[in-house]
């Protein structure tokens, strides 16, 4: 799973939406008692508070970012808020932005130089070196617990050349420049002079509890609790003069609540400022109740893409071994309407394709290559190929059967309880399905069943997550999909292809595609693209974003929505410049 940082993320939500303590009324410690400023907006300490939400959903007890369970802001999320990487990716465009590093060059296909800002330093004053990034990166080779492992599948070694540059040599038999940028874009750097104490002691680091974060970024932790997260602004921040300014919140609070319903409702007051938890129909809050709440779109899709759920179909199983089944089912499914129920509209009906046809990834969307080898919702194809190709006879009870007598279900959907999104997209799989004639039951277990029952290809079907959007998409997600190396029967985990798909024609268009770009990537990401939809070794539900980015612009105004592109709709990497950009309503 630690491919699938913004999943974990994400997901997480949903699992907490059903626990955890609440925390409504202990807002900020009497911050929103505040008065109302001149100009509309907040004054007193709320006006410098920004209040987030949608991140932490239970008290927070360990801030190592090493942990697969760190809290907020401390986790996998790359927040550069305690923690900082060494470049922040955009979605938007798929470009690194200098974060702790000001440039990445590559001297030939095999060598990158990674060149630290001016002046970078720790919170505590000691400068932050390119020893700093050598001993970070190798952490993980000493420890192959880190999620940051797989850096080492991809890399020969990583030295400091000087204080402020590393250098960083690519494994020429792996060679995936995607992979190496996805790595020097998500791995919190940290402060060597701490953590070499920790790790003397720590046989197994990420089980460290680490409740005193110390990183290089622009916030220090000041409490924890069962009811809140707050932190407050380092101005002898290094970042500084390199961003023309400390971003503009003094403080930073993420309230705890217990559920999505209390965490609306304090956004609707504008007790919350920004939030990345899912809020059905948000357009209505605007529309309806002319509230100053906006998301990135005013219209639908509301949110910028940034993953796509599959429906994961286990290969191995009798009757989805077969592929003109697996396309008939493809055919079936109503994507339309799992974009406007279990999306809430945020989504488009979801394309055929691996490809995400907006944002970073549009460059590599062939449209064409869709039309003539993918699927859409026609459920009289999936009955013509049950029928003419199959000849597959229907029995007294609606459902067809194979010649050899399979029986095409019933065969289980399941995803974990409380993700209510993916849960109702199984419901639509399912009624689908049973209109044309497949037996498809839903099953929502707690999520480690799940987890552990998709790994180790224990499953029919299942509503799953591959590769969002990163410096190593779309490769990442045809790897997720189609690729066999590395993946064990059944019986024994697997981290990606969990329906152990295998077609030998995508090893070698993989290793192509991984070290070029422009339209010959294009071409090679398109046969890929039609290897995936002659096959349906999973099938795409829907479209969500990277994270869900709402605001409401009662104290802090300045935000950035698609009319106004100052900074990404991400919370992650390059979105932290809204940081600088949001001003108190009120000045």
Sequence with gaps: MADLPHLHRTRRQFLADAAILGAGATLGGGLLSACTGAEGGASGKRAQTLFIAGFQWGPPTNFNPLSPTAAWPAGENTEQYIYETLFGFDLLDGS??????????????????????????????????????VYTFELAKRHKEISYATFWDYVTSISAVNSSTVKVVLNSSRLNPGMVKGSLAGTYILPSHVW??????????????????????PY????????????????????????????????????????????????????????????????????????????????????????????????????????????????????????????????????????LPTGAEAEYFNAANVKANGWSYDPHKAVQILEQELHCKKGSDGIYRLPDGTRLGPWTAQTPTGWSDWQT?????????????????????????????????????????VSGVSPATPWQRFRDVLDSRGVPKPGQSAFYNYGRFHDSRVTPLLEKVATVSGAEAKDLYTELDKIFMQNAPMIPLMYRPLEFFEYNASTWTGWPNAEHPTAPPQ?????????????????
Excluded at 196 to 217: D, H, L, R, W, Y
Excluded at 226 to 252: E, N
Excluded at 576 to 586: R, V
């Design 196 to 217: 070499m104490g920790v790790e003397k002691k720590n046989s197994q680091i990420t089980q460290f509890t680490n409740m005193k974060p110390m990183g290089s970024g």
């Design 220 to 355: 220090k932790l000041d409490n924890s609790s069962a009811t809140q997260v707050a932190m407050s602004r380092v101005d002898s921040y290094w970042g500084k003069s390199a961003h023309g300014s400390l971003p503009h919140p003094r403080y930073i609070v993420h309230p705890i609540f217990k559920g999505n319903d209390d965490g609306d409702l304090a956004f609707q007051h504008g007790d919350i400022d920004v939030s990345q938890q899912f809020t059905p129909q948000i357009w209505q809050m605007w529309q309806n109740k002319h509230l100053p709440v906006r998301t990135w779109y005013d219209k639908s899709p509301y949110h910028v893409p940034g993953s796509i759920p599959m429906l994961v179909v286990n290969t191995t199983k009798k009757g989805l071994d077969n592929v003109k089944v697996r396309l008939a089912l493809a055919h079936a499914i109503n994507y339309a309407q799992i974009a406007n129920t279990a999306m809430s509209r945020y989504s488009k009906p979801a394309n055929s394709s691996l490809v």
């Design 425 to 465: 997209g199984l419901q639509v799989v399912a009624s689908s399905a049973k209109a044309v004639g497949i037996d498809i039951q839903t099953q929502f277990p707690q999520a480690p069943q799940v987890t552990q029952a998709v790994q180790n290809g224990n499953f029919d079907l299942a509503c799953w997550g």
């Design 96 to 133: 690194l932005k200098p974060a702790l590093a000001k440039s990445l060059q590559f001297q030939n296909k095999t060598t990158a130089i990674v060149t630290l800002q001016n002046g970078v330093h720790w919170q505590d004053g000691k400068p932050l070196t390119a020893d700093d990034v």
């Design 571 to 587: 919370f992650s990497g390059a979105g932290s410049m809204w940081l600088y950009q949001i001003k108190p309503k009120s000045a």
